[in-house]
């Protein structure tokens, strides 16, 4: 017998309002973007702001569509084509489960394209500020994932292993907290230490570039952890899905690094 640690049995649904219900998911992203929203604000509270309160107001709407439509697209089209191309409709069924940390980043990366434009500020400005508070919103996700007991880790015989309710009898990694703590409080840390220490001495778009490599390397970090998604299992040697989306963040992070180095 393994030393394992239990499984904190908690209901998906944190409230049920009758037919309603409200799931840990759900506010994990609520929580995510509501956060987000308030640290911009906080950022923008000196003598030359880049967005006003109704701008910081007005973006959140965009920011919530270009997560969600992002991340179901990229989850669609990234993970399970042929499974979608075959019921189209139920790449709609959004409560169903089924959402792509990447392919939300680039509606994100959409929706700043578009508000940048259409206030007439500079995007890699938004971008960096958007980039800083990221790491909360990935912080809550995983946090749900767990709570849902998915994307479970590998089998383990570390002595805070957990046996999760849908990962068979035997136990394993508690990946999804491990990745909370890389892609969401690290990565955070990381992003708060170097705005500050680097102001003034690299240009708009430094901190963006700094989070896409930073978030590949956490995912590469953390993908060993994690149990593959059973439809799509190890790829080329021993790779994962998830590995090889992260891999094009880190060039392009490195790329934006190097671009915007100096002011």
């Known amino acids: 017998m393994l030393p394992v640690i239990a499984f904190p049995t908690i209901d998906p649904v944190a409230i049920s309002l009758g037919p309603i219900a409200i799931r840990w998911y759900a506010l994990a992203y609520i929580a995510g973007l509501l956060l987000g929203w308030w640290a911009v604000r906080r950022m923008n509270r000196g003598p030359a702001p880049l967005l006003s309160d109704k701008d910081t107001d007005d973006f959140l709407g965009w920011m919530a569509l270009g997560v969600v439509l992002g991340g179901r697209l990229g989850y669609v089209l990234f993970y399970q084509p042929g499974h979608y191309l075959a019921d189209p409709l139920e790449a709609l069924m959004i409560w169903k489960g089924g959402m792509s940390f990447h392919g939300g980043m680039l509606g994100t990366a959409a ?18 500020q958007i980039a800083r508070v990221t790491p909360i919103g990935l912080f809550f996700g995983r946090i749900a994932n767990f709570v849902n007991g998915e994307l479970y880790g590998r089998v383990s015989d570390v002595s805070w ?103």
């Not at 700043?112 to 434009?117: D, G, N, T």
């Not at 001495?201 to 590949?216: D, E, S």
């Not at 190890?234 to 891999?247: I, K, P, R, Y």
């Open 111 to 128: 929706a700043i394209i578009w508000f940048a434009h259409a206030k007439a500020i500079p995007t890699m400005a938004l971008a960096d």
């Open 161 to 263: 292993a957990m046996v999760f309710p849908h990962g068979g009898p035997l136990p394993r990694h508690p990946s999804q907290l491990y990745q909370a703590a890389l892609e969401g409080i690290a990565l955070l840390i990381v992003l708060a230490l170097a705005a500050k220490g680097s102001k003034g001495r690299v240009g708009h778009g430094f901190l963006t570039g700094l989070f896409l490599a930073g978030y590949a390397v956490a995912r590469f970090v953390g993908e060993p952890f994690r149990q593959p998604d059973a439809f799509l299992g190890f790829l080329a040697f021993g790779t994962t899905m998830g590995q090889w989306l992260s891999l094009p963040m880190l060039l392009v992070g490195l790329g934006v690094m190097w671009v915007f180095r100096r002011p």
